[in-house]
């Protein structure tokens, strides 16, 4: 199991802020875990022990809404914090986390984060501004459901998975949704997300194989996300 001062991955979220000590006691007291794709990490309602810090694999945050559906919210990658905002508010949370592939986490206990955070000013600073871009990432996707049009939203996730994930050596993005997790992020029932992306492929937007796809025009798909 490899120690919490010495792992790449938390250059990449709050836990940079932690002085040597609080990483040696994160390290002897967290444990890791392997979840499997789909496997759900937690759900909406509960309240975490603790936080989980993502050393590889990606995962869906959604959210269920009063007819049923779930919305997909936002992915959490490598180097992201999972929970955090909810153990520090000692609020339950208010989304659900789902494997979209295998995953590789450290599960930290709650004590050891709300102590460092009431101790170290640095650490608070970074847990604030990583709450303070989730925020305003959700209320980007607030306005962008409200004002955009399905088509452009759907560039746009297109052009996020994009952006976030990258592609694997054949030109595909290198996450694979289901057609209906792609139209729970879009917001749009599936067999509308179906003829929509047959519609990208006509107008040589995209190729698809599969499940797999890929972007053969980005500039112009940011066009279309833009409402050019």
């Known amino acids: 199991m490899s120690k919490c001062e ?4 938390r250059q ?17 007291c967290k444990s890791s875990q392997i979840i499997r794709k789909g496997e759900v990490i937690f759900e909406e309602g509960e309240y975490l022990n603790g936080v989980f810090c993502v050393k590889d694999g990606v995962c869906k945050l959604t959210k269920l809404s009063s007819n049923g559906k779930s919305q997909i919210v936002r992915f959490i990658k490598k180097g992201d914090i999972l929970g955090q905002r ?7 949370v208010n989304l659900s986390a789902v494997a979209v592939e295998d995953m590789m986490v450290c ?6 984060i709300l102590t460092a955070f009431r101790s170290n000013p640095n650490f608070s600073v970074e847990v604030v501004r990583d709450v303070c871009h989730d925020l305003k990432e ?6 962008d459901m409200a004002q955009k049009t399905v088509k452009q939203r759907l560039a746009d996730a297109l052009l996020y998975l ?3 994930f990258g592609t694997d050596s054949e030109g ?8 209906e997790e792609l139209g729970n992020m879009v917001g749009t029932a599936t067999e509308s997300l179906i003829r929509m992306l047959s519609d990208f492929g006509k107008q040589g937007l995209i190729n698809m194989d ?16 833009e409402g050019v």
């Open 6 to 9: 010495q792992c790449i991955v």
């Open 162 to 164: 994009d952006d976030n």
């Open 138 to 143: 959700a209320n980007n996707t607030i306005v």
């Open 86 to 92: 909810s153990v520090i508010s000692e609020e339950a």
């Open 210 to 225: 599969g499940k797999r796809i890929k972007l053969s025009n980005v500039p112009k798909l940011k066009r279309l996300s």
């Open 107 to 112: 599960f930290i206990p709650k004590d050891e």
């Open 12 to 28: 990449f979220s709050s836990i940079k802020a932690m002085t040597k000590d609080e990483l040696l006691r994160i390290s002897e």
């Open 172 to 179: 595909f993005l290198k996450v694979h949704l289901s057609r």
